[in-house]
Nanobody
Framework: QVQLRESGGGLLQAGGSLRLSCAASGGTFSSFSMGWFRQPPGKEREFVAAISRNGGTGYLDSVKGRFTISRDNAKNTVTLQMNSLKPEDTAVYYC????????????????????WGQGTQVTVSS
C-alpha cells in the first residue's frame, strides 16, 4: 500500500512563495506518475501539475510560469515550487500517485490516480 504525505503548506501574502513536498512510502516510486491537485473552498478538486515517470511535466494554464513540479526518485519525493502566489491559489493541495506502465504519460484526471495524500492547506491573502 502506497502512502503519501504532503508538507509545506501555510499562510502567506500574495506574491510570496511556498514549496510543497510529498513523501511516498510503501511502493516503487519510480513506477508512478505523480500529480498535484487542489480543492479551493466550495469548489471541485482540480489538476495543478503532473510529472511522468521520465520527468515530462504538465501544468494548469493559470499556474504555468509560476509553479514547477519536480521529482527525486532516489528520495521518493515530489515537490511543487509555487512562486508569485495569488489569492486564487488558496486551496487544499493534494499529492497523488498513478501506477503508469508508460514512462511518458501523466494524467490530469483525478479519478485516474490510485493513491492520495491527506492534503495540505495553502492560504494566500491579498
Amino acid at each position: 500500500q502506497v502512502q503519501l504525505r504532503e508538507s509545506g503548506g501555510g499562510l502567506l501574502q500574495a506574491g510570496g512563495s511556498l514549496r510543497l513536498s510529498c513523501a511516498a512510502s510503501g511502493g516503487t516510486f519510480s513506477s508512478f506518475s505523480m500529480g498535484w491537485f487542489r480543492q479551493p473552498p466550495g469548489k471541485e478538486r482540480e489538476f495543478v501539475a503532473a510529472i511522468s515517470r521520465n520527468g515530462g511535466t504538465g501544468y494548469l494554464d493559470s499556474v504555468k510560469g509560476r509553479f514547477t513540479i519536480s521529482r527525486d526518485n532516489a528520495k521518493n519525493t515530489v515537490t511543487l515550487q509555487m512562486n508569485s502566489l495569488k489569492p486564487e491559489d488558496t486551496a487544499v493541495y493534494y499529492c497523488a500517485a498513478r501506477a503508469s506502465y508508460n514512462s511518458n504519460f501523466y494524467s490530469v484526471i483525478p479519478a485516474e490516480y490510485n493513491y492520495w495524500g491527506q492534503g495540505t492547506q495553502v492560504t494566500v491573502s491579498s
